[in-house]
């Protein structure tokens, strides 16, 4: 599994609180000593170090973990596949030994048979461990006993992640319609509602196909396609509806140290750059190597809940580079944040933005990352990056110094 930019240092105790959490959510009611067993999972490398649940069958289970290392590094993939197979020829108890049992009365509603209603296919389930973080949510794979992947399943479990579960489910029908060109997306099988929770059932994308190096241009073709859905517009920045939107999202954030920063940041931008013209249109708004795979047959890009439309144009682009840098290459984020600022006429020029207009559009990409993290409370869940005072916003500060004062038509 490729890297999370927001994945703590933490250890393993959290992840097997969160399994228990989990296991009684999507699992309830009482517990039975014996009988009734209506769910078993091998745990994944095990129960001190939980990663990731699989279903028992051997060719489910194989499916589970091949799917678990797509996409990643050569080695994740090389590691994965061997152990996949190792399951596959049901020699995985060897070494696996952990179990996760759930035991239930006879006809209890669990998640499990929930899905195999809606969807009409008699599914097993996978389910990830992710690291603590505030949208840390359920995902579901979902194979048959044969070991094919019917679809990924994701689940709210609170108000933050079913607002998330809620708009990629919108997302995904804007995008449906749109009839994108230059790239796939997950298509929707199922929306509904389980238990008072949301869940969301998406189409599996072919991301087992051999990969292939993304072309020259045609990730920016790609983002600029989806800039389109929803229409671009070009308006000032201090009379656009996103000006007025990023605000509110500060106002509405816990009054801290870093919120006031934020505030101040954005009042600076106010005062020089109100005026000034910019593209706006559609933004993934999480569009990371992680997030998509080129292939022989297309362009797939998943992981579509932060989908806006109406926002600067170049967000994808900017948060593409950052994230590559900071958790891939390792470098330091504070100062990659800067550099993305520096970089941006190079950055944000293959999507039509101007080099004049794309120090700004870099700027206001950091100043609205910083507003995601604190109206999220990302630094709650202790994630490492999860502060936005510790790099986005001192990096924010220190390019307001630079940014040319009065409208960008007065600056030529």
Request: charged fraction near 20%.
């Given at each position: ?8 240092r933490?250890?393993?105790g ?20 014996a ?15 939980p ?15 091949r ?5 990643g ?5 090389l590691?994965t596949r061997?152990l ?12 696996l ?29 996978s ?5 603590p973080r505030?949208?840390?949510k ?16 994701k ?28 790239l796939s997306?997950?298509?929707v ?17 072919p991301?087992?196909e ?5 072309a ?15 229409g ?6 201090g009379g ?16 801290t140290?870093?919120r ?7 009042r ?5 750059s ?23 047959s ?10 806006r439309?109406?926002?600067p ?17 390792r470098?330091?984020p ?5 550099e ?7 950055l944000?020029g ?5 080099a ?21 409370r ?6 490492g990056l999860?502060?936005p005072?510790r790099?986005l ?8 110094s ?11």
């Amino acid at each position: 599994m490729a890297p999370d930019f927001d994945a703590p240092r933490t250890g393993s105790g959290d992840r097997a609180a969160y399994l228990d959490q989990m296991s009684e959510l999507l699992w309830p009611g009482p517990r039975l000593g014996a009988g009734g067993v209506t769910a078993e999972f091998r745990i994944l490398p095990g129960s001190a170090r939980p990663r990731l649940l699989v279903p028992p069958g051997r060719r489910a289970a194989a499916a589970a973990v091949r799917r678990y290392g797509e996409p990643g590094s050569r080695k994740t993939l090389l590691a994965t596949r061997g152990l996949a197979l190792l399951l596959r020829a049901g020699l995985g108890g060897a070494v696996l030994r952990d179990r996760l049992r759930i035991r239930l009365p006879a006809g209890t509603q669990t998640i499990e048979t929930y899905l195999r209603h809606e969807l009409g296919v008699d599914v097993r389930v996978s389910m990830h461990l992710g690291a603590p973080r505030a949208n840390r949510k359920p995902v579901l794979q979902l194979v048959t006993p044969e070991g094919v992947t019917v679809g990924f399943a994701k689940i709210g479990v609170n108000a933050l992640t079913s607002e998330l579960v809620r708009a990629e489910h919108a997302a995904l029908a804007q995008l449906g319609e749109a009839r994108l060109t230059g790239l796939s997306v997950p298509g929707v099988l199922h929306f509904g509602l389980w238990a008072g929770l949301d869940v969301l059932v998406q189409s599996p994308l072919p991301v087992w196909e051999r990969r292939t190096p993304l072309a020259a241009g045609r990730l920016a073709t790609a983002m600029t396609e989806v800039t389109g859905v929803g229409g671009r517009s070009r308006q000032s920045l201090g009379g656009s509806g996103y000006w007025r939107q990023l605000g509110a999202r500060v106002n509405a954030a816990d009054d801290t140290a870093a919120r006031s920063d934020l505030a101040a940041a954005l009042r600076r931008v106010e005062a020089g750059s109100a005026g000034d013209v910019l593209s706006f249109g559609g933004s993934h708004g999480d569009w990371t190597p992680w997030n998509m795979a080129s292939a022989r047959s297309g362009l797939y890009v998943w992981d579509w809940e932060r989908f806006r439309t109406g926002v600067p144009v170049g967000f994808d682009a900017t948060h593409y580079w950052l994230q590559e840098q900071v958790v891939v290459r390792r470098a330091d984020p504070r100062a990659a944040a800067a550099e993305s600022v520096d970089r941006a006429a190079a950055l944000l020029g293959p999507l039509g933005v101007t080099a004049g207009e794309a120090r700004l559009t870099g700027l206001l990409y950091l100043a609205d990352l910083a507003a995601r993290y604190l109206t999220d409370r990302q630094a709650e869940g202790e994630l490492g990056l999860g502060d936005p005072g510790r790099w986005l916003i001192p990096a924010l500060t220190a390019g307001l110094s630079q940014l040319p004062v009065g409208p960008l038509q007065e600056r030529h």
